[in-house]
């Protein structure tokens, strides 16, 4: 099981010890979209988290977005507000299976190893990125309330 684990847990995206990991030499970042980057089906993401974006961009990371969301309705907003910070978006990925991981560590042209995923579900973004050898954060969800029952339920089972 500890293999599975993630390896560093943390409140949220805004708590990360950031400066310490590019010290330690990763130099990529994949994030889980909805309640990673913002709540659940938000249209789009919120200041906060692309200004956490730009400033990640600015320290010299590489930066992804990989959302199992097919952003029905959202994908323009979406792709628009991370294509003024160049940052790739892959959606409907399917996590935890690899394809998806696969597709926006070539665009962002990254080793798995000197990769973070940083998540809210342990099913899918923390035993994927760990099936490639990623360094994985878990962060609590943005807002637990704005997801769907199946979701909450899935936090809660894998707490």
Same mark, same amino acid.
């Given at each position: 099981?500890?293999?599975?684990?993630?390896?560093? #847990?943390?409140?949220?995206? =805004?708590?990360?010890?950031?400066?310490?990991?590019?010290?330690?030499?990763?130099?990529?970042?994949?994030?889980?979209?909805?309640?990673?980057?913002?709540?659940?089906?938000?249209?789009?993401?919120?200041?906060?988290?692309?200004?956490?974006?730009?400033?990640?961009?600015?320290? %010299?990371?590489? &930066?992804? &977005?990989?959302?199992?969301?097919?952003? #029905?309705?959202?994908?323009? #907003?979406?792709?628009?507000?991370?294509?003024?910070?160049?940052?790739?978006?892959?959606?409907?990925?399917?996590?935890? =299976?690899?394809?998806?991981?696969?597709?926006?560590?070539?665009?962002?042209?990254?080793?798995?190893?000197?990769?973070?995923? &940083?998540?809210?579900?342990?099913?899918?973004?923390?035993?994927?990125?760990?099936?490639? %050898?990623? =360094?994985?954060?878990?962060?609590?969800? &943005?807002?637990? =309330?704005?997801?769907?029952?199946?979701?909450?339920?899935?936090?809660?089972?894998?707490?």
């Amino acid at each position: 099981m500890k293999r599975w684990q993630p390896d560093l #847990r943390c409140s949220s995206i =805004f708590d990360v010890p950031w400066d310490r990991l590019r010290r330690d030499g990763f130099t990529h970042i994949i994030f889980d979209l909805d309640n990673t980057l913002g709540p659940w089906g938000t249209p789009q993401l919120p200041d906060d988290a692309l200004t956490l974006l730009a400033a990640l961009k600015s320290q %010299g990371f590489s &930066v992804g &977005v990989l959302s199992n969301s097919a952003l #029905r309705g959202r994908k323009k #907003r979406m792709t628009a507000a991370l294509d003024k910070l160049d940052t790739p978006l892959v959606y409907s990925a399917r996590k935890p =299976f690899l394809a998806g991981y696969r597709n926006l560590l070539k665009q962002l042209n990254a080793l798995p190893a000197k990769t973070i995923m &940083v998540g809210d579900q342990w099913w899918t973004d923390i035993i994927g990125a760990k099936r490639l %050898g990623m =360094f994985a954060i878990w962060i609590d969800p &943005v807002d637990y =309330f704005s997801e769907p029952w199946w979701a909450r339920w899935r936090h809660w089972l894998e707490k």
